[in-house]
C-alpha cells in the first residue's frame, strides 16, 4: 500500500499540512475521526486527527505541530515521499446535524482539523462561527479558509498581537450569541477554559481530546480518561466527550507523564542531524 505525500503545506513555524494517498482511509473517513501515522520501520505511531478527506482522490489530509521527535522528523518528509502507514479512520464521528447556531473553536494546530467540522455543519445548515485561537499572529494560519466556510470569523491570540487578546471576548460572545451547541479542538487548557464558559449558559459543549495514546485501538490503556466520573478510552470511546463532564485536571497531568522522556529524544534527535537518510 502506498502512502505518497502528494501535498506538503507550510501552515505556520513548524507546523504542517500533509495530504497523502490513503484510498482505504478516505473512502470511510468522517470528520471528528484519527488516523495514525507512522513514517517509517521502527517510528512512533503518531495520532492525528483528519483535517480532510476525499473519497474520490483517495486522499486524506492531517496537520502536525513539530514539537516531538517523531512530529520533527515527520516534517522533514517531502512531497512524494512515502509513509510506512496511515491506520484508521480511528474513533468515533462528530455528531453532525442541524442544531442551530454553533460556536467552534480552534486552537494552534487543531484549527485545521476544526475547519473540516465548521464545514460539515454549515452543510448541515448550522449558523457557525468561528473562533481561530493561536499564540501570536505568526501561528495564525487558514483565515481565508475559515471566512468562506464560516458566517462569522472571530481571531484571538495570547498576545493580542492579532484580534482579540485572550478568550475573554468569549464570555460577551456567548452570553448574547443564543448558541445552540460548541465545538472546542484545541490544547487542553484552552478546552477547558472554553468549557467553563459555556457551563453557565447550559451549550452543550464538545470537545475533542487528545490523550496520549500508542495503539488507537482499544488494547494499551493508556488514553484513559475520566468523563462524568466514569474511565473512558479516548481513542474508543472519543475522541470528542462532553467538555463539561471532562476532568481536564487528571488529562493534563497524565499528558505530563511522558514529557521528560520526549523531550529527552527530541534532543537527541535533533542531536544527530535529524536523519531524513532512510524514507521510503
Ligand atoms: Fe490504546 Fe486507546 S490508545 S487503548
Known sequence: MSYRILSKRQLAYKMKLFEVEAPDVASKARPGQFIIVISREGRERVPLTICDYSAERGTVSFAFHEVGKSTKELGTFEEGDRLLSVTGPLGNASVIARFGKVLCVGGSIMTAPLLLQVKALKAAGNQVTTVMGCRTEEFLFMREEAEAISDEVYVASDDGSVGEKGLDFLNELVSGGHYSRCVAMGPVVMMKAVSEITRPFNIPTIVSLTPVMIDGMGMCGVCRVT??????????????????????????????????????????????????????
Open 227 to 280: 468523563v462524568g466520573g466514569r474511565m473512558m478510552y479516548g481513542c474508543l470511546d472519543g475522541p470528542e466527550f462532553d467538555g463539561h463532564q471532562t476532568d481536564f485536571e487528571e488529562l493534563i497531568k497524565r499528558q505530563r507523564v511522558m514529557l521528560p522522556e520526549e523531550r529527552l529524544s527530541s534532543l537527541l534527535w535533533e542531536k544527530s542531524g535529524g536523519c531524513k537518510c532512510e524514507k521510503g
